[in-house]
């Protein structure tokens, strides 16, 4: 959801946009040049979603679909943006500071939610694409629960894009039974991922060593994937041939 790199012109154009609700930006933090977190308050305070779907933002005229890092019972609204330079979006958001505001629709969309029947959960994504799994481990976690495991594994070419990191390794050892973290970097030769000792290469190439190394038993695991389209085709191809239970996010196919 949040890689994705195809942005759209709204065909009715910015005025409609205007009559949109809005959401006040109250923080921003730059992650690298071309990543950041914002958080946004929808007027009203109250935006309803289940965890692990989207929201859709808009400025000038343009929309494009979020995926919804923060859980429910936060007081904000929280998105992880990748920066498109030729995006009819991104640009904007980028010159965008703290007390300035975004149109948001009033509904969240999309099935790519937590599969409670399933006590087992590995979670793949790359880059943007973990913002689903943090709003899915925040919300079991805020509810107490207990039963069900997350195994997520994080990938990006290099170190600093991972972002949500020290919140998943803080989670990891302090509910070591509920959440397993394995970040991993695709190019750890480069001088930028100097010091690594995280797994190395892409989710695509190594989530199969994770789910034997875990001992997952395929009748009750869930495979999410969400982020690059070439790595959630290859994990579908490869969940699909050898039988494991696989969901998407689908925005990617629109």
Known sequence: MTNLKVESKVESGE????????????????????????????????????????????????????????????????????????????????RLKVGDTMSIRPRAKGVFTFKDNFHHHMMLSTVTGVAPSISMIRHYLHERREGHTFYVLLGASYQDELTYDRELSSLAVKYPNTVKFVPACSRPDEDRNVGWTGAKGRVNAIFESYLGRFNLPKEDTMIYACGHPGMIADVKEKAALAGWNFIEERFWKE
């Open 15 to 94: 005025g409609k946009l205007a009559s949109l609700p809005r959401a006040k930006l109250v923080e921003r933090r730059d992650v690298t040049d071309d990543l950041m977190v914002i958080k946004l308050v929808p007027e009203g305070g109250v935006f309803d979603f289940k965890p692990g779907q989207y929201c859709t933002l808009g400025k000038e005229g343009v929309e494009r679909a979020y995926s919804i890092a923060s859980a429910p019972h936060e007081d904000f609204l929280e998105v992880f943006v990748e920066l498109v330079p030729e995006g009819g979006l991104t640009p904007k958001m980028w």
